[in-house]
């Protein structure tokens, strides 16, 4: 049991099946600051719920980005910090279209409380974002 633990989250590794758990795990933790931060700045804030999702997804994106490059992989295709940010905030940004779009769509077509259309569109651009990441920054 415990090679297992320490395989999933403490030695480096070229594991994709592993890697997704440490990514979905990182992800659960940018969760957890961008969907609280879109609640508190939509109910509390008073701020519109999309520009309220937009702050809160960028949010995220940086707790994810700082995580993933200490933790999930371990290679990594672009030399330059800034550029590899770039390239993963890129990806990022169309995961943000896809979460405002995703958003809008079950909250508007659909009339889902906008923090239940935020879980649905947490589960599609996860999906997105591992896949785009890995195979394009950390092969």
Known sequence: MRSILEALFRIP???????????????????????????VLTEYAGIYYLTSAAIAFLLGLLASYLLSIVWVFNRRTVERRWVEFGVFALIGVVGLGLNELFIWFFTEHFHLYYMISKLVATGLVLIWNFAARKFLLFR
């Open 13 to 39: 590794t070229d594991s994709t099946l592993v890697q997704f758990f440490r990514y979905s795990v990182v992800g659960g933790g940018a969760f957890v600051i961008d969907f609280s931060s879109l609640y």
